[in-house]
């Protein structure tokens, strides 16, 4: 499983680069990007920014939108031969309880709520657990700024805005909050996230301009019909080195396949909790002598953020052991 690299993998994947950038099988080979995936094949953008549907070598495994890799024309078809080592990726549990990777090498996921519909905390959470576990830096967006009627109904982002996480405010009716949202992601590979329904289409269009010609660049290369979001795609922003990955809406987001100490990660306010509760069995309720109640009652934590943390561990901890039991996981 993979994710955000330490140094020393970071060296060993950049020899590993090396080792096959200089291999025989780059003699005729050509660069690119993938910009989605569709079954067996992959749309991949190269060097002059031109698109081809792609198949992919089999011993190569799942190829995902974001991915750089290296293709040779095989009766003058595009066959994907070579990925080169990711930087890092975001994943789900799909149907079916495997690993979905959505898309590698990201600088920054945003998170994007809306008024309505009503956003989600606890699937917020997982989304941040994800991030952290991937070590992929996260940031909010409010998305349909101008439909808050009732401010108090975002006050739970407090929590997020104490830990250093940015809370961006946007409209598609507001030029200025898109001239904003363009400048924070220029230069970047960044990632949209979150519900169905809360923008996250309507400020892509917003922030590039030529996006319905490049959907039809896209559909042209997959023959698979207009875009809907149905799946991970990276569209190229009018900056110059920035990319935005719109993916498509959710109603939750499975997190199962990670480890339990990655929600302690998703959680670090939790860390300056040191001393233990008076019972080791503490249910952090009403129990006498809880740290955790007393972290409430000086503002170091709050109770919606002790309840998500509590829901998510117990839900991760049942599923882990029905993998265990079915043999699914060790």
Known sequence: MSRRLTNQQKRLLEERR?????????????????ISQHGQ?????????????????QSLGAIVCGDYVYYILEQNEP?????????NHFSRIAFGGAEKILAANIDKLYIVIAPKPEPSPSLIDRYLIAARYFEIDVAFIVNKK????????????????????DVHYTSKFDA?????LNTLLEGKTSIFVGQSGVGKSSLTNKLIPELELQTQKINA??????????????????????????SPGVRSFNIEHLPLEAIDAGFPEFKNITEPCRFSNCSHTDDPGCTYQAAISEGLISQRRLDSYQQIKSSLTKSIERQVKSGRRR
């Open 221 to 246: 290369s997959t023959g698979l019909g207009n875009h809907t979001t149905s799946s991970t795609t990276l569209y190229h922003l009018p900056m110059k080195e920035s990319y935005l990955i719109d």
């Open 18 to 34: 090396e080792q096959i950038l200089s291999s025989e099988d780059l003699d005729h080979a050509l660069s690119g990007r993938v």
């Open 79 to 87: 066959v994907v031969t070579i990925r080169l080592p990711r930087e």
């Open 41 to 57: 094949h992959v749309t991949l953008e190269d060097q002059d920014l031109n698109l081809h549907k792609a198949a992919v070598r």
């Open 176 to 180: 200025d909050s898109i001239t904003e």
């Open 146 to 165: 101008d439909e808050i009627t009732d401010p108090k109904e975002l006050e739970f982002l407090e929590d997020y805005q104490k830990l250093g996480i």
